[in-house]
């Protein structure tokens, strides 16, 4: 039987393809839970095995549906049941998306940018005030990958999650591949924009693979993790200091793959 | 409201210009229908994907979804309509069976997600009086066609033996879906000449009141004779819920 090796602040995307795997380790590292797979629901597989595996270790809930830089309400259903799955759970951090995913034209399930302005940060500190009131703790907001950016942009993403997590208290997660792939989409330097984020609101990192275009990187997590976002994760670590770190995979890779990339993690966080 | 991301949304929905001149703009349009098409043809509707072809249903998806903007932050909350939406373009017409497949993908996913069984401890066979006390679950659906949408079902089993000939037949068909676990779905076919005792149980009834009542029908010795073996299948499927 494998175990985590006591790897602390390590974990994985928890996926159900994987779940047989996770039960039978003796010892779990930290499991980030999609969130918006087990909203709205009242039983079944994933709730039962979430619950199971939540007894055992620690939970992070990463959504993707909250839709915090949208002009449309909050939908109360949505937030309702993430806070069902909240205190089923009683996760270490809830984290969600800096970006729209809906506005009245309708729903989207990517995560589309923001214009970044001093006009859109009042909003959306609004609505994480908001979301942080009624789930009653921080809300970590993730730097995103984007493919496009507003004319309209009057910050960087660093600037404008510094200025997020100073005036509300939620945490940033640190997407070291997200900060890599838009620093080559846009042209800029992907450590000198980590460097630019605040230490003390990272609440968390997230690793993963991208695929390579011949001018733009696509944030994917179907790909092994490239060596220079590795050396990004261990830059920030050892800058930022150590946090909750998850590495994230999408694809239908096997137990294996997730497991040897957690191991590398490891001897690279060591 | 902010006018950027409307537009953003309305050019996703090919109903607006792109919104900048930078060159991936394409990237989130082409994801914006793909995505829950491929994702929804992965999961909720793999069987429909695997008996009708994934492009087809992905291309059917798509086009639902251009007409129908998907409006809720969860992703098979955006099929409750795929089925009206099917009927209202006659689908259920010219290929009922897809119609019946989709109803059926959607209404065990309900039961799937609805509340778990309470788990009932029973010794050996349950005598006759506890019968009395005995009802379907209340996560149930019996599952009602006009076509034989069992068989099509069990066709699109990903796991099954495809070198195996598998018969579909033409009579309508019942199925009756419940959990027999927090974990295990049951779609248990109703043999024919059964339907009229499934369905009270299925309202409701006892089961020693679906006996008598089927008993007193017109219920032909056929479907007499097969009657204990349905019970007993219910019986080892956990399909009861109250024993009391």
Redesign the interface.
């Known amino acids: 039987m494998k175990t985590s090796d006591n790897i602390p602040f390590l974990g994985a995307g928890l996926r159900p393809h994987h779940y047989p795997d996770w039960k039978e380790m003796a010892a779990l590292p930290i499991l980030e839970v999609l969130s918006d797979n087990y909203l709205f629901q009242k039983g079944g597989p994933g709730l039962h095995h979430l619950s199971e595996l939540a007894e055992r270790t620690q939970i992070v809930l990463h959504g993707v549906g909250l839709n915090i830089g949208g002009h449309v309400p909050l939908h109360a259903d949505y937030l309702k049941s993430l806070k069902d799955l909240v205190e089923r759970t009683r996760p270490l951090l809830v984290s969600d998306h800096l970006c729209f995913t809906a506005s009245g034209e309708g729903q989207s399930f990517d995560l589309l940018p923001i214009e970044r302005t001093r006009k859109e940060w009042k909003h959306i500190k609004s609505r994480v005030h908001e979301v942080q009131e009624f789930l009653d703790r921080p809300l970590t907001l993730e730097y995103v990958s984007t493919y496009v950016e507003s004319d309209a942009n009057e910050m960087r993403q660093s600037e404008f999650l510094n200025a997020l997590a100073a005036e509300t208290g939620c945490g940033i997660l640190l997407d070291v591949n997200n900060v890599f792939v838009c620093a080559f989409n846009h042209g800029f330097e992907a450590w000198q924009e980590i460097q630019a984020i605040d230490p003390k609101h990272v609440h968390q990192y997230h690793i993963a693979g991208h695929a390579v275009h011949e001018d733009y990187l696509h944030d994917t997590h179907a790909e092994d993790i490239r060596d220079e976002v590795w050396q990004l994760l261990r830059r920030s670590w050892q800058t930022i200091g150590p946090r909750p770190c998850i590495i994230e995979r999408d694809d239908a890779a096997p137990f294996p793959t997730l497991w040897a990339e957690l191991e590398r993690a490891r001897r690279i966080l060591r | ?2 006018r ?3 537009e ?3 050019y ?2 090919d ?1 607006a210009a792109v919104p ?1 001149p ?4 394409s ?2 349009r082409d ?2 229908l793909n ?2 098409a491929l ?1 929804l043809s992965e999961s909720v509707l793999e069987r429909v994907a695997i008996l009708f072809g994934s492009d087809f249903l992905q291309s059917l998806l798509m086009e639902y979804l251009r007409e129908l ?7 098979v ?2 099929l409750r309509s795929f089925h009206s939406w099917l009927v209202s373009k006659e689908w259920d017409r010219s290929h009922p069976e897809l119609c019946d497949l989709v109803r059926l993908s959607l209404t065990r996913w309900d039961v ?5 069984p309470v788990p009932l401890i029973l010794s050996g066979e349950p005598r006759e009086a506890d019968l009395r006390h005995m009802v379907l679950q209340r ?1 149930h659906t019996l599952f009602l066609s006009q076509g034989p949408v069992y068989d099509l079902w069990m066709a699109g089993d990903p796991e099954r033996n495809t070198s195996e000939e598998l018969w579909v037949g033409d009579k309508p068909q019942a199925i009756l879906i419940y ?1 027999s676990s ?2 295990d779905l049951e779609t248990l076919l109703v043999p024919a000449g059964l339907e009229s005792f499934t369905q009270a149980l299925s309202v409701g009834a006892r089961l020693d009141e679906a006996i008598a009542g089927f008993l007193e029908s017109s219920a032909d010795d056929s479907s007499i004779a097969i009657l204990p073996g349905f019970i007993a299948h219910l019986q080892s499927t956990s399909a009861w819920e109250k024993f009391l």
Do not use: V
């Not at chain 2, 930078?22 to 703009?25: A, P």
């Not at chain 2, 998907?70 to 992703?75: G, L």
């Open positions: 409201m902010s950027f991301q409307g953003f949304i309305r996703l929905q109903r900048g930078q060159k991936h703009w990237l989130y994801a914006y995505r829950p994702a903007a998907p409006q809720h932050p969860i992703m909350e955006c799937l997600i609805g509340p778990d996560n959990k927090a974990t």
